[in-house]
């Protein structure tokens, strides 16, 4: 009994702040589609000029900016979800590992094609004009992606030296080395990158709301 109510209220817990990114995520929407005072300073960022910098840092950056590619990214999240699964005995990591990615291409997927963003290196910032920038995949993939892998190693390996902050942080930083870079190289709007990280952040705090709200014995305690 006190089991289940402790659930119940990390449930409702998680519904309040995937709601809460939700509405963020809605609110960065509502200013891409009618040209809100938050395009002004997408328009400002992107016209500023950028240092031109040695082969070897743009390499450095490149490799970054991979981090949130969805296929390098899905590979690893799948591989290592076989990996816990095969050893600890449980369809749980993999099948975690499958939702968050169907549903990181569903709803991001059909929100780039419902916008249809322009990308700022075109030098003009249009809406149901067939582009793919908003939401940036590249910030709501590594926030979920790498996010649910941190997840996974956290709570179903059962392994001591992983700390749930440390973690957690090891995200963060992934994450917001990925929008700097895609900010740097103005191959996003600052708010296509404020809007993935919104909905790639709801979709992960409902994930774990699922999987959490339902008893597993592989789960750690």
Known sequence: MMQATIRRAQMNRALRWAGLLLAGFLIVTQQVMTEGPLIDFDAWLARDKRPKMGHWIEFVLMKIDNLGLRGLTATILILAAVIVSRRYKSWRPLNLAALSLLALNGVVGISKLAI??????????????????????????????????????????????????????????????????????????????????FIGGALLVLIIAIDRFVPSDSQRS
């Not at 910030?139 to 996010?147: C, I, V």
């Not at 902050?165 to 992934?174: M, Y």
């Open 116 to 197: 249809g963003r322009t990308k700022p290196r075109l030098n003009i910032d249009l809406v149901k004009a067939g582009g793919l920038s908003y939401p940036s995949g590249h910030a709501s993939n590594a926030l979920l992606t790498w996010g649910m892998l941190a997840y996974i190693a956290y709570r179903y390996t059962h392994h001591a030296a992983l700390h749930g902050r440390a973690l957690a942080i090891s995200v963060g930083t992934i994450t917001l080395a990925v929008c700097a870079v895609s900010l740097f190289r103005n191959t996003h709007w600052f708010s296509d990158l404020l809007g993935g990280l």
